[in-house]
């Protein structure tokens, strides 16, 4: 089955870390660029990351440069977003999505829920 | 930064009314627009890539045009499974992309 899960995300103090995890199956997921989207609660959509297909570009939302970090393990298909030094504003359901139309996100999982609260 | 409006934000129709919302984009973005679909408690889903594009198995009521900043979404005759939020993205380069703020298509 073509398929993004995401995995990772829990309730976690200000100033904590957290890996998040995308795994992909049924698809090359080697030959996409790959992006991170989340959603604060009742809100829209905000983008979070892109990755290139073979990880040599990176590029992140103002807001979190410096503190996320998008990786990709091709071999274990596998997209991974660190992110540290979370803030209450960082609270959100994170997607991963596949650049799969021209770079318009043609598969997104079902998100993982990331809580930033003391 | 590219910043992005969408009108309405809230939309009231009945099924079988034509729907069209309209996204505004600062700069231009060389058509690089795409529409959404995104229900409650579900993922997003795209449903118009490159301005015009309508992907695969989406219903061909929807139709997406547009240049330059200004961009529509139109639904040619609403259907009780249309009634969801709608976000248009422009993703004119791979190091921003922007997301709309949404229009919600609630019942009449």
């Known amino acids: 089955e073509v398929q993004l899960v995401e995995s990772g995300g829990a309730l976690v103090q200000p100033g904590g870390s957290l890996r998040l995890s995308c795994a992909a199956s049924?698809?090359?997921?080697?030959?996409?660029?790959m992006s991170w989207v989340r959603q604060a609660p009742g809100k829209g959509l905000e983008w979070v990351a892109n990755?290139?297909?073979?990880?040599?570009?990176?590029y992140y939302v103002d807001s979190v440069k410096g503190r996320f970090t998008i990786s990709r393990d091709n071999a274990k298909n596998s997209l991974y977003l660190q992110m540290n030094s979370l803030r209450a504003e960082d609270t959100a359901l994170y997607y991963c999505?596949?650049?799969?139309?021209?770079?318009?996100?043609?598969?997104w999982g079902q998100g993982t829920m990331v809580s930033v609260s003391s | 930064d590219i910043q992005m409006t969408q009108s309405p934000s809230t939309l009231s129709a009945s099924v079988g009314d034509r729907v069209i919302i309209t996204c505004r984009v600062s700069?231009?973005?060389?058509?690089?627009l795409a529409w959404y679909q995104q229900k409650p408690g579900k993922a997003p889903n795209v449903l118009i890539y490159?301005?015009?594009n309508l992907k695969s198995g989406v219903p061909s009521r929807f139709s997406g045009s547009g240049s330059g900043t200004e961009f529509t979404l139109t639904i040619s005759s609403l259907q009780p499974d249309d009634f969801a939020t709608y976000y248009c993205?422009?993703?004119?380069?791979?190091?921003?992309?922007?997301f709309g703020p949404g229009t919600k298509v609630d019942i009449k």
């Open positions: 999505a596949r650049g799969g139309l021209q770079g318009a996100s043609d598969l």
């Open positions: 990755i290139k297909e073979d990880g040599s570009e990176k």
């Open positions: 700069q231009n973005i060389n058509n690089w």
């Open positions: 049924g698809w090359t997921f080697s030959t996409y660029w």
């Open positions: 993205q422009q993703y004119n380069s791979y190091s921003l992309f922007t």
């Open positions: 490159k301005t015009s």
